[in-house]
């Protein structure tokens, strides 16, 4: 993960590689050679082959790129920690912030994590994320 953007006590930026499974890719790719190499004797195989290719590629186009931000806001004596995460890179880095983070006393119980967007929500008696509204 590379930062590309930070405003110091406010908030950071990293981007990382696209989130893909290279063993995935690979073997798409060469599976839909072999067939095409195959299929130069027989059309069906041809088309097949071209096929296999292209879903290789499309899979490498589309993926996600990993990326991470931190927002920091200040509340009181205390300050407010943002946390948003996509790809498996960045949400491992997640897990490894979340857990060196002190979390402070708000007065409403233990923190939880939202399993949609990763939002600390510190509200025991919630039923739904207030960031996305999804259930927790």
């Known amino acids: 993960m590379k930062v590309v953007a930070t405003i110091p006590s406010q908030s950071l930026t990293a981007d990382g590689g696209k989130d893909v499974n290279f063993i995935i890719l690979v073997a798409l790719a060469v599976v839909g050679f072999l067939v095409f190499l195959i299929g130069l004797f027989n059309l069906l195989l041809l088309i097949i082959g071209l096929v296999i290719i292209a879903v290789a590629a499309v899979y490498y186009i589309i993926a996600p790129k990993n990326t991470f931000n931190v927002?920091?806001?200040?509340?009181?004596?205390?300050?407010?920690?943002s946390i948003?995460?996509?790809?498996?890179?960045?949400e491992g880095t997640q897990s490894q912030l979340i857990g060196i983070l002190p979390m402070g006393d708000v007065g409403t119980g233990p923190t939880?994590?939202?399993?949609?967007?990763?939002?600390?929500?510190?509200?025991?008696?919630?039923?739904?994320?207030?960031?996305?509204g999804g259930r927790l």
């Open 71 to 81: 927002g920091i806001s200040a509340i009181g004596q205390g300050s407010r920690v």
């Open 84 to 90: 948003n995460s996509s790809g498996s890179k960045a």
């Open 112 to 132: 939880r994590v939202c399993r949609n967007c990763h939002t600390i929500v510190t509200d025991t008696s919630a039923t739904f994320c207030s960031t996305c």
